[in-house]
């Protein structure tokens, strides 16, 4: 559904990121400043230095700009990215991607060790099949009671996680993709304490204490925009209304495609 009220383009502290990542480069992200899959994206660009363009498109106006955007992900979602004429999409597989073509020792952001690798990997796994379904059911629930249940399901899921994090980032010292593909969600929770009576502290201390670690990561901070404008984004879904890929999957009690 294509919302003409919608803004088109990033606020808040992502503005100047925007504005400073506008020139040509060989690396471009193909994105959508309230898409929190995006996000993730732009959080390992920022995160490891490279040099990249962004590039904002509105994926629900299929105009000839979207038309174009399909030659890049013919799956017609964002975030993509771009690398010497060739594309991928799906956001953390850009992300590892990004982490194997610029293995810099001092921006790592998944470990050396095997176990603690494929461990950071079980844990994104669990962020992609339980923490962000449960975030939709709960921004998508309509009905005091249906949002209360939903709450205490995204509060259980968060817990799990919350348990399993080593401090004062999820692996220990060292941020990592974990963090990045959880940020998000993090950042996008002020619109579930806005609407749907969520409070970090009500998950546990260990995850407020985690949560507004990550929220204050600087890459976090410069590519995010103004809460006000995520709120109205998810207008539609706050009144589960939204046609989005996720949305109708979410509705339909599935996952995330
Ligand atoms: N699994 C994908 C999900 C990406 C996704 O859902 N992006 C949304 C925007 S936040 C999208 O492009 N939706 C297009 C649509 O619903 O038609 C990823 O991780 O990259």
């Not at 919608?6 to 471009?28: F, N, S």
């Not at 017609?76 to 771009?82: F, R, S, Y």
């Not at 962020?127 to 509060?155: C, D, H």
């Not at 994090?165 to 990592?176: A, C, R």
Request: charged residues 30%; glycine residues 6%.
């Amino acid at each position: 559904m294509y919302d003409p009220t919608l803004t088109i383009h990033a606020t808040g502290a992502a503005t100047k990121t925007v504005e400073e990542h506008k020139e040509p480069q060989d690396v471009t992200l193909h994105a959508a400043w309230y898409c929190p899959f995006t996000h993730r994206g732009w959080i390992t660009l920022e995160e490891k230095g490279v040099p990249y363009e962004y590039r904002e498109i509105n994926i629900y106006h299929r105009d000839e700009n979207y038309e174009r955007f399909l030659k890049i992900n013919p799956k017609g979602m964002v975030p993509a990215l771009e690398r010497n004429g060739k594309a991928l999409g799906e956001s953390l597989i850009l992300c590892e991607y990004l982490e194997d073509a610029y293995p810099t020792e001092e921006t790592r952001l998944l470990p050396a060790d095997a176990f603690e690798r494929a461990f950071a990997r079980l844990w994104l796994d669990y962020i992609s099949k339980q923490i962000v379904p449960a975030y939709f059911r709960l921004i998508q629930a309509q009905g005091e009671q249906n949002q209360t249940t939903a709450r205490e399901e995204y509060y259980k899921i968060l817990r799990t996680f919350a348990d399993m994090v080593k401090g004062p980032y999820f692996l220990g010292e060292q941020f990592s993709l974990v963090d990045v593909a959880i940020a998000p969600f993090v950042v996008r929770d002020a619109v579930l304490k806005e609407k749907r009576g969520y409070e970090r502290v009500d998950v546990s201390a260990k995850w407020k204490e985690y949560a507004d670690k990550v929220a204050a990561r600087p890459s976090v901070v410069k590519t995010s925009s103004e809460i006000k404008d995520y709120t109205h984004f998810y207008g539609p879904y706050l009144r589960d209304e939204a046609d989005s890929e996720i949305a109708k999957s979410v509705r339909a009690g599935g996952g995330i495609p």
